[in-house]
């Protein structure tokens, strides 16, 4: 037990390490100066309130979707498609923000348990039908991925506005973004979607470590045919694992339309939150307290790069290749451990 927990963290702190280090070589040989351009990274991160909350804002949806996918992986599924339930999310919050006149204590909370909902139903299809019929989740999400895409984009056009190409904002009663929270951080866009984001990490540790369900749904992870022997339903299990998982995407697509934007267009291409949220559950070992600094990490890499070429003249596309190189000495670092377990294994 006490050397899985110290790979677990072994593991993303030394992968971090590396790939600030290839990045700064990157920099050496292209001939930028390494400790300007990591200089301009840390300021255009938090060097004021300002960055400090732009740094925050875009860490609030990447933690979700990486407990998204970390709630998946801990059960024994692969959740790839919290792309497409962050769309459905989304869609649905900026409806009921924009559709009904409620008073704020009800209309906030109302949206987001809408988004919670729309996005548990797109993780009901590819979890009923690897529970009853077999079919590979990692299938069934990708291609939802592009119906959730096509789909709300044209709710946006046909339904929610008059052919145009994005909502009108939602009434301020379901608005995560609040005047004095702005001003406090500089009058950037950061909204009290950091405090859902909170809570909810705390809600999947707590599920899956301090309750009866919670070991249910990992035993069925772990092993299905042992949780079956034990009088666990596995498809029950399945369904509801990727329906938790696809609530978590669904409040990241909330707080996107609630908080960051207040609104919703539509959408040439994916938005990325789905799969960095991949990214962000592998180097948080699965875990909500790890997920949750793998996205602190990712949000100030992806706000801080923005100020690199102004200061420092170092191309912002530099911070995609160090998070690259994270990821591969993370991903490299579990395939081996994986491979000399199954060696151990195959000697004895």
């Known amino acids: 037990m006490f050397s899985n927990r110290l790979f677990n963290i072994v593991v993303p702190i030394v992968s971090v390490l590396l790939g ?33 909350g732009e740094t925050i804002r875009q860490t609030i949806p990447l933690i979700l979707t990486g407990l998204a996918v970390a709630f998946a992986f801990r059960t024994g599924l692969f959740n790839i498609g919290a792309e497409g339930q962050v769309f459905v999310g989304w869609v649905s919050a900026v409806w009921v923000g924009i559709s009904f006149d409620l008073p704020a204590i009800i209309h906030l909370p109302l949206a987001i348990l809408v988004a919670a909902f729309a996005g548990a139903l797109w993780g009901f299809i590819p979890g009923f039908l690897k529970a009853t019929r077999g079919v590979h989740e990692v299938i069934v999400t990708i291609m939802l991925n592009y119906t959730a895409l096509y789909s709300s984009n044209y709710l946006i056009r046909n339904v929610l506005s008059e052919g145009g190409d994005r909502t009108e904002p939602i009434a301020e009663t379901a608005s995560l973004r609040t005047a004095w929270l702005s001003e406090t951080f500089g009058y950037s866009q950061v909204h009290w979607g950091f405090v859902v984001a909170i809570l909810m990490a705390v809600l999947m540790w707590f599920l899956l470590e301090k309750t009866t369900y919670g070991y249910e749904l990992r ?3 772990f092993n299905e045919h ?5 009088g666990i339903s596995v498809k029950k299990s399945i369904i509801v694992s990727m329906m938790i998982s696809g609530a978590f995407a669904g409040i990241a697509g909330a707080m996107e339309g609630l908080g960051t934007f207040r609104y919703i267009y539509t959408h040439a291409s994916f938005t990325n939150l789905g799969f960095d949220g991949i990214a962000v559950a592998l180097l948080g070992a699965n875990t909500a307290l790890g ?10 890499l992806k706000v801080g790069s923005l100020r690199m070429p102004p200061l420092s003249g170092v191309p912002s596309e530099l911070v995609e290749i160090v998070i690259a190189v994270i990821i591969f000495f993370v991903a490299s670092s579990y395939l081996i ?4 377990l199954r060696l151990k294994k195959g000697e004895k």
């Open 20 to 52: 600030l280090i290839v990045g700064a070589i990157i920099m050496l040989f292209f001939g930028y100066n390494p400790i300007e351009g990591y200089l301009a990274l840390w300021n255009g991160a938090f060097g004021n309130m300002y960055f400090f």
């Open 219 to 221: 035993a069925v992870g």
């Open 226 to 230: 042992a949780a079956n022997y034990a």
């Open 291 to 300: 997920s949750s600094l793998a996205a602190l990490l990712f949000g100030s």
């Open 337 to 340: 451990r994986w491979v000399t």
